[in-house]
């Protein structure tokens, strides 16, 4: 069993899912840092370049298991999952609210650790996550390499 990589940051611009639809993602960056130990992984992302006229709306966001292909969101396939119900636990749930400046911020620790190629990517949804995962329509994403 090889040992899952303990510490997995990505950044840069985000691949807009929605091409030619206006989403207070368009030209948003982010940077994302997922740090695993002891079984749990706690992640960290910080957005910048985010519509300031969205300040006080929430996002869901969720890492995947798909890649990002720009103007189209299935290709990030379904949620990244340790099985067992959508949830915070099951799940990497990393909803934001747009701060004033276009900025935004999201933590979350997960009883389990992402093993190596098992997910590739953060999803930006339209809406935040409702119980049982939904979130809307795939805006925008950030390639990750676990
Ligand atoms: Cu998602």
């Known amino acids: 069993m ?4 303990s510490y997995v940051t990505a950044g840069g611009a985000l691949s807009d899912l929605a091409v030619g639809t206006y989403n207070a ?3 948003a960056s982010a940077q994302l840092y997922a740090l ?3 079984g749990t992984t706690t992640f960290r992302v910080y957005f910048t370049g985010l519509d300031p006229q969205a300040a006080g709306t929430t996002f869901g966001a969720h890492i995947h298991i798909g890649p990002c292909v720009a103007g189209n969101g299935a290709a990030a396939l379904g949620h990244y999952n340790i099985g067992g119900t959508p949830s915070p636990s ?13 900025y935004g911020y ?3 620790t997960v009883p389990f650790v992402i093993a190596s190629g098992a997910a590739k990517s953060m999803v930006i949804h ?5 119980p049982g995962g939904a979130a809307g ?3 925008a994403c950030l390639p990750v390499t676990f």
Do not use: I, K, Y
Not at 2 to 5: I, L, M, S, V
Not at 90 to 102: N, S, Y
């Open 36 to 38: 695993a130990s002891g």
């Open 137 to 139: 329509a795939r805006q």
């Open 25 to 27: 993602t368009d030209g």
């Open 126 to 130: 339209a809406l935040p996550t409702a």
């Open 90 to 102: 099951t799940e990497v749930w990393l909803d934001f609210t747009v701060r004033d400046g276009g």
């Open 106 to 108: 999201a933590m979350t």
């Open 2 to 5: 090889g040992a899952a990589t």
